[in-house]
Every structure is written in C-alpha cells, then in structure tokens.
C-alpha cells in the first residue's frame, strides 16, 4: 500500500484502522474520510525537523488552501503550525476556529480592499504582499487604522522547477510576485522601505508543487539568501524572515517517490546557514509552507459504483456516484491516483476501466486506464487514495451537486469534520 495509513484485512480496505465498508454504511457514500493521526504526525514532522535543523524561531505555516475547514485550523494549530490564507474565506474559517491571527500569513496575487481591510481588522500577522498596487494599498488602509502592518515580499527567483505547468510558480514569468532577475524585487524593497505604515520583515519565495528534489529547495534558498544580501548591500535593511514556501510531494502512486523531508529540511538547513556565513549574513528566521504533504495522505474518498459500461472492442467505464465536483484534480492537470475496489480489495484486477464522474460532462474522469476486479457491478465500494489534498478545498457545485461531508477518524472514533451539503442547502442563496 502506499501509506501505512492503509490495510487490507480480509478482503477490505481498512484506512486509519477502520473498515472502509463500516464506515460508507454508517456514512453513506460518496463521502471524504480523513485521519486526525495522520494529519498530526505530518505537521510534528515539520515542527520538529524545523525546530532540530533550523533553529527555534523557525516557523511551519500550513498551507490551508490544502484543505480548509474549522476543525483542521484546530488541529495544526495544537502541533504548533502557523497557516497561510490566500483569501477572506480562509481567514474567516481560521478565526472562527480561534485560530491566533498572529500566525496568520495572507498570500493572494489579487487582494482587494475589502480583502486587506478585513485582515487588518482580524489582526493578521503579515500579508505576502505581491504587487506595488497592493503595497500602496496595505500602506493606505494601516495608516487608516493607526498601525504598521508587517510584510513580506514574494518574490520570483526565476526557477524552472518541472512540475506541471499550472503549479509551476518560480519562474520570472509567473503572475506571482516580483522577479529579482529584472530589478522589480529590488526596486519594490527600497519602495517598501520608504513607506510609514509598511514593515518589511523579509521575502517569500514558492517555486511549486509536488515537488521531490531536495535540489530546487537548496536552489531558491541560494537565489533567495543572494538577492538578501545585495539588498543588505544597497540599503542596509537585513531581511529577518526567509519564507521558502511549500511543495513537498506525496505518493499518490506506487510510482511516486518516497520523500524523506526530515532529511530533505535537513540539506536545506545546512546550506542555508553555510551561505549566510559566506554572504555575511545573520540566519533569517525561516518559514516553510507545506500544504499536500500534511494532508493528502490523510485522506481517502469513498464512492460506490453506479455501473458498469462494457463498450465491445472499444473501453469499459466505471462510474461512481461522485466525480470532478469532489475531485477535479484529473480532470484539470492529468493527476494520478490509486483506486482500490475497497470491498474486494485483493480480488485479482483483469477489468481495464475508466473509473468516471456523474457529472454531464465528458472530462469528468477521476482516473482512466485502470484496473478492477472483473466482477465490479452496481453498489461495490471504491476508494481513491491520497485525496486529503486539494480535493475537497477545490470541491464545486457543478450540476448542482452538493458537497460531500469530511469525516474524521481518530483511532477508534470517528466524527464529522463537515456536514455534507443537503439539497436544501443547494438552493440557500436562490433568490
Ligand atoms: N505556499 C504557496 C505560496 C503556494 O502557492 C502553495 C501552493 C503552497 C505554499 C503549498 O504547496 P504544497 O505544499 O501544497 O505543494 N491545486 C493544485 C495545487 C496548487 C498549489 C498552489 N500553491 C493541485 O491540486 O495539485
């Protein structure tokens, strides 16, 4: 299996120690189901690694648009993250779960008035500040409320990291942050500098997602540390914070690597203060950002199959009774996934299959060319593993399909994380 989050006794998929069958018949289907355990001992991984090699006043932030919801803000928290929001609805989610605003970081490349008056007014610890048109307007509004707002610029280091395109996010052409290779990171920073209500306390760096090599980590925190001292050099202002962003991978598939990031926070640690030494320079204060790779492994999403289509000559599909409105994740970058038959689990797979969405659309796919046992009919239960992430922060209502619950398992308890959407609540806002 590829998380030692999974088991097959009997037969049956077990996840976080349960029955995957006893809990789609105690939950109902299609339904997302989390491990509290897992999601803990993914954030102590950081928290202690980052503690051990970077020092103590280095701090993980949770990226949550990862997976955003009351309870899970609770849950990092109590390990000792902080969270990055990229938006009101975030921040508002943090808050109402008591979430210390302090530990708040607001990214976005696109923030609107409201969006920085509401932040302040929550109290935010920092905003990632992307753009000068955004610099003038946190510099406006903290003025308006009497206080100097903390900043830290994203910057672009200009890296290629490979990653599919559409989380590919350091490169000078990206439509985040400021590029140091043109000037703009440098120019932005002495602007900053000049500003009353502004306090610049460093840079911000992410350079993508699901990423593997420790190489590209070791890279930005190179460009990232240079480009502080030529700032140091040119105006005298030292950065105290060095956010090098998220993008550990996860193994969504048996081909995936298995990361060890303890080690992999550990290369990085040791380069970064190597480089400070040289570039003469006190260690910032380093922040990480992980999202995936707090969550994903802790999550599952159960379906049953509505039916089977045999297409003589042609292909077979297997559709379920959920699909892209749960998880778009396929149908919007190609991304693999693993999919048990989790009530005859170690069944021989001889089906070749599309395993398909309910949505009248085509691309509703949640993964094609796969196999299932050949005796998959109407009713049997389906786990896609490795959903914890990005599946139900990026759920929609498309075809008016309400939004499944989020059931969390802690050993032998299990509760429910989010309601799941009723038809009533479909129609809430219908005028
Ligand atoms: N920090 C920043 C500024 C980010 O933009 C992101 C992700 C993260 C941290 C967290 O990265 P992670 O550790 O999760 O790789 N919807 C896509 C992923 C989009 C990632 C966007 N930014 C997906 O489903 O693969």
Do not use: W
């Amino acid at each position: 299996m590829i998380a030692n989050n999974l088991k097959i006794i009997d037969n049956v998929l077990y996840f976080g120690g349960r029955s995957t069958i006893e809990l789609a018949e105690k939950y109902g289907t299609p339904v997302y189901i989390m491990d509290e355990p897992t999601i803990r001992e993914n954030c102590r991984r950081y928290v202690r690694a980052m503690k051990k090699y970077f020092g103590e006043s280095s701090k993980p932030f949770f990226a949550s648009k990862a997976c955003s919801f009351k309870r899970m803000y609770s849950i990092v928290e109590s390990e000792g993250m902080c969270a990055d929001v990229v938006s009101c609805g975030e921040l508002y989610t943090a808050k109402a779960a008591g979430f210390n605003m302090k530990n708040i970081c607001f990214h976005s490349n696109s923030k609107n008035d409201f969006d920085i008056c509401f932040a302040i007014d929550c109290g935010v610890g920092c905003f990632a500040c992307d753009n000068e048109e955004e610099l003038e307007a946190i510099n406006h509004f903290a003025g308006e409320k009497g206080i100097k707002q903390d900043i830290i610029f994203r910057v672009t280091p200009g890296i290629d990291t490979h990653t599919y395109e559409a989380v590919n996010t350091g490169k000078v052409d990206s439509k985040f942050g400021f590029p140091i290779e043109t000037g703009a990171a440098m120019c932005i920073t002495k602007k900053a500098l000049s500003l009353p209500n502004i306090n610049l306390v460093g840079f911000h760096c992410h350079v993508g997602s699901q990423l593997f090599e420790s190489s590209v980590f070791v890279r930005s925190a190179e460009i990232m540390l240079v480009f502080i001292a030529e700032v140091k050099k040119e105006t005298g202002f030292e950065a105290a914070v060095l956010d090098l962003g998220g993008g550990y991978g996860v193994r969504y598939t048996e081909n995936d690597p298995v990361i060890d990031i303890e080690d992999n926070i550990r290369q990085v640690a040791e380069y970064v203060k190597s480089k400070c030494t040289e570039l003469n320079l006190n260690q910032p204060e380093i922040h990480l950002e992980p999202g995936r790779s707090i969550v994903a492994d802790a999550g599952i999403t159960l379906y049953r199959v509505g039916n089977v289509k045999q297409i003589e000559g042609y292909k077979n599909y297997v559709s379920i009774d959920g699909g892209m409105t749960d998880n778009p994740r396929f149908a919007l970058y190609e991304s693999e996934y693993t999919v048990v038959a989790a009530d005859k689990a170690n069944d021989k797979c001889d089906f070749p299959c599309d395993l398909v969405g309910r949505c009248c659309e085509s691309g509703d796919i949640i993964q094609p060319r796969i196999m299932l046992p050949g005796s998959i009919k109407r009713g049997d239960l389906i786990a896609v593993l490795t959903t914890g992430a990005y599946n139900y922060s990026m759920a929609s209502n498309y075809n008016r399909i309400p939004k499944l619950p989020v059931i969390m398992l802690n050993g032998a308890e299990d509760y429910v994380a989010v309601k799941g959407e009723t038809l009533e609540d479909i129609i809430r806002n219908d005028m």
